[in-house]
């Protein structure tokens, strides 16, 4: 891969105790749209200001187009970026907001018009052009902060939860815009969020991260398919993936009367099932394995009902979620027999809550 | 309905401004009615206080009154050198206090303390520091070698009026300092961040954010500044009376002893009257310009 922006190591260390980037290792890539996604707090941002030179790193590096720029000013690096509060400058207006990048670089004047009237014309921002910030919305303000990143012609365009002081309705239009915008280039993003919906989305990879580790790497659909550990899968999907932690006899999970086998190989004598909503159903026939409950609790989000079902079996009570169709009219405390299609079920280790798969020849060392 | 509800909001409104347009009437407005009008009389010691009504001739005297024109100098020199070098300095303290160093919380204390205390202290210490025998100023000059006695500070017109314009520019850069800390404050960090990424050197962000964005507060400390300099008269009365031979007499002075000491109670009224009007002219020039700046560093046309 033609890697655009690397980082190698990264490390920030604001006090010994509070470090919110560990040991970020990862790449990007020439037209690659990589998300940053974590909950509030993870580090997402202090990666994206160590990218953008914002922030010296304790350790490791920052390598942009293969070389090394970890101790270049922010302003040598040619990157550019689009802040939370899109920080565009009040006194003025929308045209010298997007020129004054160009103009702090000494770029001639003709070009300086030439660019901004082509991003003006993609964006629609023509009619803003001699407003000030004030008087703008807030899609309008972002959309000109995304210009002033745009006519930058940067190496690669960092985003800090752009989307982020919108409200829903056009949170939902402009992540659109935003995808049809970035997808039509081929400079890098790096896109911070904290919001699964648009990572999700936009981009063509995805960082999950927490507590400043680096969870999982991979695309959208394998994060949501096959995610690496218990956080990322309680991370991503909404409603939140069941857990329930079971008990193991002859590499079978005990499920209520049903044994599940476990993946190829594993013999442990506890692991944790993990099963999304919306794939758990009402058990058909009566050898299908199955769990048996009680509905307390019936959401209604419109196509489907989320069904908050009581487990009776074992010592403790288990409670497990599912989606389902509005065909069944489930009501409360009425007896609901849900079924775990194995195929998609997910299962963790009890201890590092790592993925536990079949063991191959290259899984070996996970013992 | 609404523009029922709006008279009656408005009706309310004036009732309760009539308090304080009364209050500003009585302190305000009266007594520049009353000197307007006690110019137009003489009453000195030569008409044993009987007021004559006599017209305009206390400001035919005043045109002619050489004292009076040399004050009025004095008064400029003053008020442009202070407010300059205050706010040139000011702002640079300011920068200073808005960065976040150690002990930033107590050097801050420390910068408004010269404000804080009383002028005719002040004055009197500042007395002390330029004093040609003992003072402070002079010791290290001479041991600095740079001069061979000691200068009489306060005995020479030059000087004196440099003494009373460092004095001065001592005790108040504080309070210009502490006013544009204020506006600093309310620039978001992300502008500078913004620029940085831009590539813009210090100097390029304190020109196209810092300045712009604290013009207000700029603005605000000048017209304060300007008001209060071309007033100035406790600080000069301690230092050096108005003297030597008028070298540091401001217009204030003038007028103290014009009413106080002479007597002169028409021709103090009709001077007290031509430096209100000079004042209100020089503030509405000053805020006219810096208005006119303001809209253009803002863009607006
Ligand atoms: N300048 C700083 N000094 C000390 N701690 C900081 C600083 N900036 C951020 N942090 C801490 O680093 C952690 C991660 O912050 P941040 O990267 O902003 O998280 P987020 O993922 O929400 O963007 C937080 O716990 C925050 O308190
Ligand atoms: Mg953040």
């Known amino acids: 891969m033609n890697k655009k922006l690397e980082l190698v190591d990264l490390r920030k260390a604001y006090t010994p105790t509070v470090v919110p980037v560990k040991d970020i290792s990862l790449s990007v890539g020439a037209g690659e749209f990589l998300t940053l996604l974590g909950p509030s707090g993870c580090g997402k941002s202090t990666i994206l200001r160590l990218i953008a030179g914002l922030e010296q790193p304790s350790s490791g590096k920052v390598l942009l187009n293969g070389q090394d720029v970890s101790r270049l000013s922010p302003g040598d690096r040619n990157i550019a970026m689009v802040f939370q509060s899109y920080a565009l400058y009040p006194h003025m207006t929308v045209y010298e907001n997007i020129a004054s990048g160009l103009k702090l670089r000494k770029t001639p004047s003709g070009e300086v018009q030439s660019r901004i009237h082509e991003v003006a014309d993609f964006l629609g921002l023509h009619e803003l052009m001699h407003r000030k910030p004030g008087q703008l919305s807030g899609g309008q303000r972002q959309r000109v902060a995304v210009a002033r990143t745009l006519v930058r012609r940067p190496d690669v365009f960092l985003l800090d939860e752009p989307l982020s002081n919108l409200d829903a309705l056009l949170r939902e239009h402009v992540r659109a815009e935003l995808k049809q915008l970035f997808g039509s280039q081929n400079t890098p993003v790096v896109y911070v969020t904290h919001d699964q919906t648009e990572a999700m989305t936009l981009s063509t990879r995805v960082a999950v991260l927490n507590n400043g580790y680096l969870q999982q790497l991979d695309t959208p659909e394998r994060i949501y398919t096959e995610p690496a550990n218990r956080f990322v899968a309680g991370f991503i999907g909404s409603p939140q993936m069941n857990f329930l932690q079971v008990k193991c006899e002859a590499g079978r999970a005990i499920v209520g009367n049903s044994r599940i086998p476990l993946p190829l190989g594993s013999n442990t004598k506890e692991i944790i099932l993990g099963i999304r909503p919306e794939h758990v159903h009402v058990a058909q026939s009566s050898n299908e394995p199955a769990l048996d409950g009680q509905v307390f609790l019936v959401e209604n989000l419109g196509m489907h009902n989320l069904v908050s079902v009581r487990i009776v079996s074992g010592e403790e009570p288990i409670t497990v979620r599912a989606l389902l169709g509005m065909e069944h009219r489930l009501a409360t405390n009425a007896p609901v027999r849900l079924a775990f299609p194995p195929d998609s079920i997910n299962w963790f280790d009890v201890g590092t809550g790592d993925r536990v798969e079949a063991t191959t020849p290259s899984m070996v060392r996970n013992g | ?301």
Do not use: C, H
Request: hydrophobic share 55%; no cysteine.
């Open chain 2, 1 to 301: 309905m609404v523009d029922y509800v709006r008279a009656q909001e408005r009706r309310t409104g004036w009732l309760l401004t009539i308090p304080a347009i009364a209050v500003l009437a009585l302190v305000f407005a009266y007594p520049i009615l009353r000197a307007v009008w006690q110019s137009f009389f003489t009453i000195n010691l030569g008409n044993q206080l009987s007021p004559a009504f006599t017209g305009l001739d206390n400001y035919a005297r005043m045109a002619q009154d050489g004292r009076f024109w040399n004050t009025l100098w004095n008064t400029t020199i003053f008020t442009l050198a202070t407010v300059s070098l205050e706010l040139v300095l000011g702002m640079g303290i300011a920068l200073v206090l808005n960065q976040s160093f150690r002990g930033r919380g107590i050097v801050r204390t420390i910068a408004i303390l010269p404000w804080a205390l009383p002028t005719a202290l002040i004055a009197l210490a500042w007395t002390w520091i330029f004093n040609d025998q003992y003072g402070v100023v002079n010791d290290i000059l001479l041991r600095l070698g740079l001069i061979q006695t000691g200068i009489n500070w306060l005995g020479n017109p030059t000087l004196a009026m440099i003494s009373v314009i460092v004095a001065d520019v001592w005790k108040t850069t504080p309070f210009i300092s502490i006013l544009l800390l204020a506006g600093l404050q309310s620039i978001p960090s992300d502008l500078y961040e913004a620029q940085a990424i831009d590539g813009a050197s210090p100097w390029q962000s304190f020109r196209q954010v810092t300045l712009p964005l604290l013009l207000p507060q700029i603005v605000i400390a000048l017209l304060f500044r300007l008001a209060q300099a071309f007033g100035i008269f406790d600080l000069i009365s301690v230092m050096t009376g108005g003297g030597p031979g008028g070298g540091t007499e401001t217009v204030s002075l003038y007028i103290y002893a014009t009413v106080m000491r002479y007597l002169d109670f028409g021709y103090g009224a009709a001077l007290v009257v031509v430096t209100f009007l000079l004042l209100v002219l020089v503030v509405a020039i000053a805020s006219f310009f810096l208005n006119r700046s303001r809209k253009r560093a803002s863009g607006a046309v």
